[in-house]
């Protein structure tokens, strides 16, 4: 029967074999793109997570003097808080770390201060020392020991390396007053002949009075 409303069989092979891919051919290739842009985001945003955490502690084996950060044992904080047995005034942790030195000072009263210069374990600290109940007397803060000038403080500790401790001998003696102790750990300072020792291997601790550096009566 001619007429009617019926393409043309050429244009329904066209149909047929067109390009137009189907429906469903195209939600898949959006789902994997989208799992794709997710697992791209996830893994990258972990990398700049661990960036951001590794880094203040990779930064000080950068420096030239090298202040890597190792806890305090317990027998070290015992041997500290022995040297500041009948001593009086402010209290400063050079390198405090995990604020273990600070928190102790300020449990047996004294009004502690710590510089770090990791933030992250400066967080920490603050957050122990709430735990510990101390906030109000133990104090931390993000700075450069080099930076900082410790004239104010009676009683000074520092967990240094031998690398640098020529080098704070001579701040600190220019720094310090007359009646101030300086407490070091793990390593003694090379010039500076100690009024105190107590502890052996990595425990020992000697203590250093001004008065006694300067040749004066305490």
Partial sequence: MEGGGGAPPEVLEENKSGCVPPASLGANGLKRSSWGFLFTGIVGGTLVAVYAVATPFLTPALRKICLPFVPATTKQIENVVKMLHCRTGSLVDIGSGDGRIVIAA?????????????????????????????QDSAKFYISDLWKVTF????????????????????????????????????????????????????????????????????
């Avoid at 770090?116 to 122990?128: A, F, Q």
């Avoid at 001998?169 to 105190?196: G, M, N, Q, S, Y």
């Fill in 151 to 218: 004239s104010q403080y009676s009683n000074v500790i520092i967990f240094g390396v031998p690398q640098m401790m020529l080098q704070l001998e001579e701040k600190l003696a220019l720094e310090l007053k007359d009646d101030a102790r300086v407490i070091a750990c793990r390593f003694p300072f090379p010039r500076w002949t100690p009024d105190h020792v107590t502890g052996e291997g990595v425990d020992t601790v000697w203590a250093y009075d001004m008065s006694t550096m300067r040749g004066k009566r305490p």
């Fill in 106 to 134: 300020a449990k047996a009263g004294f009004r502690a201060v710590g510089y770090e210069l990791n933030p992250w374990l400066v967080w920490y600290s603050r957050y122990r020392a709430w735990r510990e109940g101390v």
